[in-house]
Nanobody, 124 residues
């Protein structure tokens, strides 16, 4: 059974930084791409960032490009999301997900396992 556990969320002020972590178990982590999505209250879940299985290629939503950085440590089966220059509009529950596929990273349907999410709240 695949398990993804996010951590690192919290309440911060605009301009602050947070680093989210997602620990994976139950599959060969290094063989699968990983993604981060977020869902704000009353809105649909949206793509934030994704990283290829080897970590060599990363993808970002335009809204976070230049502020967020996705990375992974395959030895620790963990993916990270470094979030800098946070804005109130970044407030959401952040989810990590894993996929066997190597394309379509921006689409929810590409991913087969999801974590439970971690809340990020950015105050103005």
């Amino acid at each position: 059974q695949v398990q993804l556990v996010e951590s690192g969320g919290g309440l911060v002020q605009a301009g602050d930084s947070l680093r989210l972590s997602c620990a994976a178990s139950g599959r060969t982590f290094r063989s699968y791409a990983m993604g981060w999505f977020r869902q704000a209250l009353g809105k649909e879940r949206e793509f934030v960032a994704a990283i290829s299985w080897g970590g060599g290629v990363a993808y970002y939503a335009d809204s976070v490009k230049g502020r967020f950085t996705i990375s992974r440590d395959n030895a620790k089966s963990t993916v990270f999301l470094q979030m800098d220059s946070l804005k109130p509009e970044d407030t959401a529950v952040y989810y990590c997900a894993t996929t066997y596929y190597c394309t379509g990273y921006k689409f929810l349907s590409t991913y087969d396992y999801w974590g439970q999410g971690t809340q990020v709240t950015v105050s103005s």
